[in-house]
């Protein structure tokens, strides 16, 4: 099945720095790939998503990348604000019914004002 | 509102003692799913349903059920808790099409002694 790892397990930045997570997989039919933030005491939320079949994606200060050949992807949030402080998981999944998201073992972000 | 939502969310129980955390939804999702949170392990699928009473394994399903007999409803069960079903338990729904995104609930922290 699929194995997805992420590092770093904790990030601290200076307010207005930019954050890069990174995550690889290693189920070569996976072709969704989904950053998801959780705040304390709420449940995931997706925050960007990127298909198999792109490249890049970005939505505002936060962009994704995706790399096929060498199965890995990243999350980048740039000018970081207090409020981006919380826990992201990226995800894997293949494009069938069961939608099965395996999520990495999340990354704590902490933007120091 | 469209939302997710779960009851309990904070259950402290003893082994054996049955018990069924309910999951609702409003958005008229056709698929729904069940995962648990542990510390260092992401989120992993228990079960998922396509759609009313089809229902189908994730990742961990040992000692859980679940049903779904109506479309806005997914109960998880668990018929005999032992002490290392102790997580965080997340439904979440989804549409068909070509949006895989994932609305989680709020999640319900389960306790068992």
């Known amino acids: 099945g699929e194995n997805v790892e992420q590092h770093p397990s904790t990030l601290s930045v200076q307010e207005g720095d930019s954050a890069v997570i990174k995550c690889t997989y290693s189920?070569?039919?996976?072709?969704?790939f989904p950053w998801y933030k959780q705040e304390l005491g709420k449940g995931p939320q997706l925050i960007i998503d990127?298909?198999?079949?792109?490249g890049e994606k970005k939505d505002q200060r936060i962009a994704v990348t995706l790399n096929k050949t060498a199965k890995h992807f990243s999350l980048h949030i740039t000018e970081t604000q207090p409020e981006d402080s919380a826990v992201y998981f990226c995800?894997?999944?293949?494009?069938?019914?069961?939608?099965?998201?395996?999520f990495g073992s999340g990354t704590r972000l902490q933007v120091q004002p | 509102e469209a939302q997710v939502t779960q009851n309990p969310r904070y259950l402290i129980t003893v082994t054996g003692k049955k018990l069924t955390v309910t999951c609702s939804q409003n958005?008229?999702?056709?698929?729904m799913s069940w995962y648990r949170q542990d510390p260092g392990l992401g989120l992993r699928q228990i079960y998922y349903s396509m759609n009313v009473e089809v229902t189908d394994k994730g990742d961990v399903p040992e000692g859980y059920k679940v049903s779904r007999k109506e479309k806005r409803n997914f109960p998880l069960i668990l018929e005999s808790p032992s002490p290392n079903q102790t997580s965080l338990y997340f439904c979440a729904s989804s549409s068909p099409g070509g949006s895989y995104e994932q609305y989680f609930g709020p999640g319900t922290r389960l306790t068992v002694t």
């Open positions: 189920d070569s039919a996976s072709n969704y």
């Open positions: 995800a894997a999944s293949r494009d069938t019914g069961r939608r099965a998201l395996t």
């Open positions: 990127i298909r198999s079949n792109v």
């Open positions: 958005m008229n999702h056709e698929y």
